[in-house]
């Protein structure tokens, strides 16, 4: 007969105080042709990160929308003297790799490399980087690739929703674009690409960003010859700023037959240089911003609406927003926007515990630790606050930051921008069951 052993409980041990961030020498150089280039040493392994950031600032043709977004997809496709193929090939060999990606500002290069093939990397970096050839046979195909992918995600409800949400913030504004649409991309052709790569991917404004096994010096060095031939071309001017409209009215946009509906919330925020950012970032936190925030908890853990709900302070270069996410089943729609607008009413109008306070913000201060502590998190976040005008030291400021926020900061900071008239509303769903669930609550727009 199988015996079994007696079960123990063992108390949760408490969670310990958050240690001060130790933020390693960063060396700071903007070379002669306006690349600003930052390096830090972190030798836990022998493997090195960077991260390029090229601002590029779109026009008011919403075609840019759909350049960047090819530009982006095709810029490690070869150079003059290298095809897509050898230069995978020699990435292989270095152990390395290079990715891109974008967004409405600015164009992202990232790559990773053992430390023993830093000179190599780096001059397959500059190579790819400045001298992107843009081959007519590559751009094609991935023009048909990606005029496929953006279809699809058109067709999904998350897309469909941001895309409305963000026309209804920014309105005209390239903010507001959303995904390109697929047969403006189908219009792009190779010689495009290269005259916007000339214009917009240059040197001056943009930031490298580079932590690992590395010496200063040494790397400053190899930056600078790699990109050597990277020289054309002053920083651009910034976007303008958006005017943001938050209307009243909640807008519905039919998916006959969904059998769910998609739930999007926002409004304008607070940029993280802004002293009240700190309070704002925990208001948020409290509300949604983690599993056991009180939306979360509300609709997820108690009433069963939905497998998650949150909300997130999202940063632009000259915007901050507000989003606040679910999506539930089409028969709860009315009581989840119920206890949604409750819930946003709530943290408007009382104050929060002390206990809910604590716990938000040592997630906060937490996640920051945490999220620092690899090569690749750390080059993230450096780059990230440093393209955005913060220093170096914000990542061990803003924890100092998060201790002197006071339970009255949060409901001052929760009144001014979760409050529910400074919100917009849209909701994709099955307009014959979700619009007599929105009347009773809302004027309703529908598309």
Known sequence: MASTLPLTTLPVPAVGKVHPLRLPAVTDVTLRSGLRVLVARRASIPRFECRLIVPITLGRDPGDAARQRLLTDTVLSGTQDRTSREIAEQLQLMGAGMDTYADSEQLIVGGSSLSSRRRAFLDLFGAVVSGAAFPADEVAIERDRLVQEIALQRSQPATIAGDALARRLYGTHPYGWGTPDPEVVERVGAAVLRRVHRQRVVPGGSLLVLVGDLDPDKTIADVEAAFAAWRDGAARPSSRRPHVETPAAALLIDRPGAVQTTIRFAGPGLARRDPGYPALALAVMVFGGYFVSRLNDNIREQKGFTYGAHARVEQRRQAAQITIATDVGREVTAPAL????????????????????????????????????????????LSTLVAHGLPVTYLRDYPRALDDVTIADVQAAAARFLSPRRLARVVVGDAAVVRPALTPLYEVEES
């Not at 119920?338 to 929060?352: C, F, N, Q, W």
């Not at 920051?368 to 998190?377: D, K, N």
């Open 338 to 381: 119920v206890e949604i607008e409750y819930e946003l009413a709530r943290i408007a109008s009382t104050p929060v515990a002390q206990a809910e306070l604590d716990s938000a913000r040592r997630f906060a201060q937490g996640s920051l630790s945490m999220g620092t502590q690899t090569q690749a998190g750390l080059t993230a976040y």
